[in-house]
Nanobody, 128 residues
Framework: QLQLVESGGGLVQPGGSLRLSCAASGFTLDYYSIHWFRQAPGKEREGVSCISSNGGSTNYADSVKGRFTISRDNARNTVYLQMNSLKPEDTAIYYC?????????????????????WGQGTQVTVSS
């Protein structure tokens, strides 16, 4: 069974850091671009970041540029999202997703692109 599992979320104070992980089981991530989305209460799901299959290309939402860093360790079959200088507006459920048809390209943030595999999400709460 093909699965993505996120972990690493939690409660952190403004200015703090968290590292999210997206681990794959049942398939290898080597050939897949991985995307992170998030959804805050009452808001639509939005793209946060993506990374190409070989890690050579990354993209970020303007709201997280300079604060978040996406990386991957194909040997561990895992993608990471390092989140620094967290703000209350980063509070959301964070999801990783992948689909062999969707790359980390110019419209990477478009939720309407094929997104066959989703994780269950991990809650990130930024509050003092």
């Amino acid at each position: 069974q093909l699965q993505l599992v996120e972990s690493g979320g939690g409660l952190v104070q403004p200015g703090g850091s968290l590292r999210l992980s997206c681990a794959a089981s049942g398939f290898t991530l080597d050939y897949y671009s991985i995307h992170w989305f998030r959804q805050a209460p009452g808001k639509e799901r939005e793209g946060v970041s993506c990374i190409s299959s070989n890690g050579g290309s990354t993209n970020y939402a303007d709201s997280v540029k300079g604060r978040f860093t996406i990386s991957r360790d194909n040997a561990r079959n895992t993608v990471y999202l390092q989140m620094n200088s967290l703000k209350p507006e980063d509070t959301a459920i964070y999801y990783c997703t992948t689909d062999p048809r969707t790359r980390c390209g110019s419209s990477w943030y478009d939720i309407n692109y094929p997104r066959r595999y989703w994780g269950q999400g991990t809650q990130v709460t930024v509050s003092s």
